[in-house]
């Protein structure tokens, strides 16, 4: 194409009497378009077919569900029983698994440290062994050094409109620990903790876990969480945890629930280990945590 385009300025040029200065200057000029010219016929099914590619998108709706039903299927493959995971994500709280409102246990240590540490700084040492150790005698005197309601506003604060139990349920263990709460409310809870009034010593704490409870979120790097665990009436253990895991932008704010069909508190720790190892490639496409009203998916 290049040696036609020339001749034929060539020809018109000769016609026209014009210099061979001329000639060489026309040359010059179309140079870069019959290069240009030149190489596009060849290709030209692949510029318009990447033409037409649709731009990266965000991860559907369905994908999420779909990855998240995935980490928990594979979980109770492994290990029986039930498995639940919530992600406070933007406007939407994304779930999958069992949504059911079991026994907080230890997770709300959380609320009562906060609500505690309102009434008295003083009682940091005692919120330090109740959030970093799971202390049960801290958390004690934190729960008779409060009221009730005053934990349910901290709660209220961290948009979970629900009351602290005050009543004992199994006589060997706290009325406070039987509080029912969700995997969609402790992620919402742990989306907003930052905008409580009084709780940024106690979601310091939740960065430093005694290494014999970093398991689950705990494996997750710089999470700060919050674990609890114990028995049914039959005595099969349940592991619920609740917590923030940095990315790039920010943090995320996650909840799981774990009871393995053993029963055993070694077989949930192992089982709530998968689910966070299986959640780690899914972290990216949420968006960070935030404090606002949610829906649920």
Same mark, same amino acid.
């Given at each position: ?22 000639? !060489?200057?026309? #040359? $010059?000029?179309?140079?870069? =378009? @019959? ?8 290709? +030209?099914?692949? %510029? ?70 309102? !009434?008295?700084? #003083? $009682?940091?040492?005692?919120? =330090? @062994? ?8 801290? +958390?004690?005197? %934190? ?41 969609e ?9 930052p ?60 909840a799981?629930?774990v009871?393995?069909?053993?029963g ?5 720790q ?21 404090c ?6």
């Open positions: 194409m290049k040696h036609r385009l020339l001749l034929l300025f060539l020809a018109g040029a000769l016609a026209s009497c014009s210099s061979v200065e001329n000639i !060489q200057s026309t #040359e $010059l000029e179309l140079e870069p =378009e @019959a290069t240009l010219l030149s190489g596009y016929p060849e290709h +030209a099914s692949e %510029l318009v077919e990447d033409s037409l590619l649709p731009f990266e998108s965000e991860p559907s709706a369905q994908t999420i569900t779909d990855a998240l039903n995935q980490v928990v299927d594979d979980a109770v493959a492994s290990f029986g029983g039930e498995a639940g995971i919530a992600v406070a994500s933007g406007d939407l709280v994304w779930s999958a698994g069992d949504t059911t409102a079991h026994p907080a246990w230890s997770t709300i240590k959380v609320p009562i440290s906060i609500a505690a540490l309102r !009434q008295n700084p #003083e $009682l940091y040492p005692q919120v =330090e @062994a109740a959030i970093s150790y799971s202390d049960n005698a801290a +958390a004690d005197v %934190l729960w008779q050094s409060t009221n009730p309601h005053l934990v349910d506003e901290v709660l209220a604060e961290g948009k979970n409109f629900i009351s602290v139990n005050t009543e004992k349920v199994y006589p060997e263990f706290s009325a406070y620990g039987q509080t029912p709460w969700s995997v409310d402790r992620a919402v809870f742990a989306s907003n903790l905008c409580i009034s009084g709780a940024e010593s106690v979601l310091d704490l939740m960065g430093n876990i005694v290494e014999s409870q970093s398991y689950g979120l705990g494996r997750l790097a710089g999470a700060r969480f919050k674990g609890g665990w114990g028995p049914d009436l039959n005595g099969n253990y349940q592991v619920s945890q609740l917590g923030r895991i940095p990315v790039e932008s920010g943090d995320v704010s996650i799981i629930t009871s393995p069909a053993a055993t508190y070694e077989a949930s192992e089982m709530a280990d998968m689910v966070a190892n299986g959640l780690l490639p899914e972290i990216d496409q949420f968006s960070v945590s935030d606002r009203e949610r829906s649920t998916l």
